[in-house]
């Protein structure tokens, strides 16, 4: 089981003091969304999705990592390599999209990304053999229209990174293969790669991610 708050990107009418919070719930077959307005400081139920598929989507919810792109937020799970769930907080709907099949390599990372072009989403898979392979979608569009744009092999250096998440449209990466835990951010567009931090090892494995841009609340005092 897995539960998790983030925060709803605010809308354009709301002013700088209201707010709204989402809190999913996920097992194995099920996730509930409560939502949460400050106007009321009321929480309701948002929506819910049963995950009944041929295979089995959830296999460990932990596994989950969550993507915010244009409009919608999207769950993906290295090892389903083949569903994504996405919700449409506009309408506060949850659906099942089927992402495409790459050919020849086992997927150990997956993120959703925007798109080189307007109105494109994108996922970016990293295959076993340090391989990067890109798709992309018109955004609306059917399950069925996911292009090929690109692959790209990950430079020696490289090697033992995987994708730890996304953001502002930039792949974030770590390096495991050695005692101080490198952080790396990747333009999947260009795909240059430069540092971003480094820390130890063992925050990896309690689910510790590195973090940028500190609200003013939370910045250094300045004069």
Same mark, same amino acid.
């Given at each position: 089981?897995?539960?998790?708050?983030?925060?709803? #990107? &605010?809308?354009?009418?709301?002013?700088?003091?209201?707010?709204? =919070?989402?809190? @999913?719930?996920?097992?194995?077959?099920?996730?509930?969304?409560?939502?949460?307005? *400050?106007? *009321?400081? !009321?929480?309701? +139920?948002?929506?819910?999705?049963?995950?009944?598929?041929?295979?089995?989507?959830?296999?460990?919810?932990?596994?989950? +990592?969550?993507? %915010? =792109?244009?409009?919608?937020? $999207?769950?993906?799970?290295?090892?389903?390599?083949?569903?994504?769930?996405?919700?449409? /907080?506009?309408?506060?709907?949850?659906? !099942?999209?089927?992402? /495409? $099949?790459?050919?020849?390599?086992?997927?150990?990372?997956? &993120?959703?990304?925007?798109?080189?072009? +307007? @109105?494109?989403?994108?996922?970016?898979?990293?295959?076993?053999?340090? @391989?990067?392979?890109? %798709?992309?979608?018109?955004?609306?569009?059917?399950?069925?229209?996911?292009?090929?744009?690109?692959?790209?092999?990950?430079?020696?250096?490289?090697?033992?990174?995987?994708?730890?998440?996304? *953001?502002?449209?930039?792949?974030?990466?770590?390096?495991?293969? +050695?005692?101080?835990?490198?952080?790396? !951010?990747?333009?999947?567009?260009?795909?240059?790669?430069?540092?971003?931090?480094?820390?130890?090892?063992? $925050?990896?494995?309690?689910? &510790?991610? #590195?973090?940028?841009?500190? /609200? #003013?609340?939370?910045?250094?005092?300045?004069?």
């Amino acid at each position: 089981m897995k539960s998790e708050p983030f925060l709803l #990107p &605010a809308r354009e009418e709301e002013d700088e003091s209201q707010f709204r =919070v989402i809190y @999913n719930w996920m097992c194995k077959y099920k996730i509930i969304t409560f939502l949460f307005n *400050s106007d *009321s400081r !009321i929480w309701s +139920v948002g929506t819910s999705l049963s995950l009944l598929l041929p295979e089995r989507l959830i296999y460990d919810p932990m596994e989950f +990592v969550r993507h %915010y =792109v244009g409009t919608c937020f $999207y769950w993906v799970h290295q090892r389903v390599p083949h569903y994504m769930i996405v919700l449409d /907080p506009v309408e506060m709907e949850f659906s !099942i999209t089927r992402l /495409p $099949y790459v050919t020849g390599d086992m997927l150990i990372g997956l &993120a959703v990304v925007d798109a080189a072009e +307007v @109105n494109r989403l994108g996922i970016i898979g990293l295959g076993y053999e340090s @391989n990067l392979h890109l %798709y992309s979608k018109q955004i609306g569009g059917s399950t069925e229209e996911w292009r090929h744009d690109k692959d790209h092999t990950l430079p020696e250096d490289y090697k033992h990174c995987h994708i730890i998440g996304a *953001s502002e449209g930039c792949l974030v990466l770590e390096n495991y293969s +050695v005692e101080i835990a490198q952080y790396f !951010i990747m333009d999947p567009k260009t795909f240059l790669i430069e540092r971003f931090c480094k820390g130890k090892q063992q $925050y990896a494995a309690e689910h &510790a991610l #590195p973090y940028a841009r500190f /609200p #003013p609340s939370l910045s250094a005092p300045s004069i």
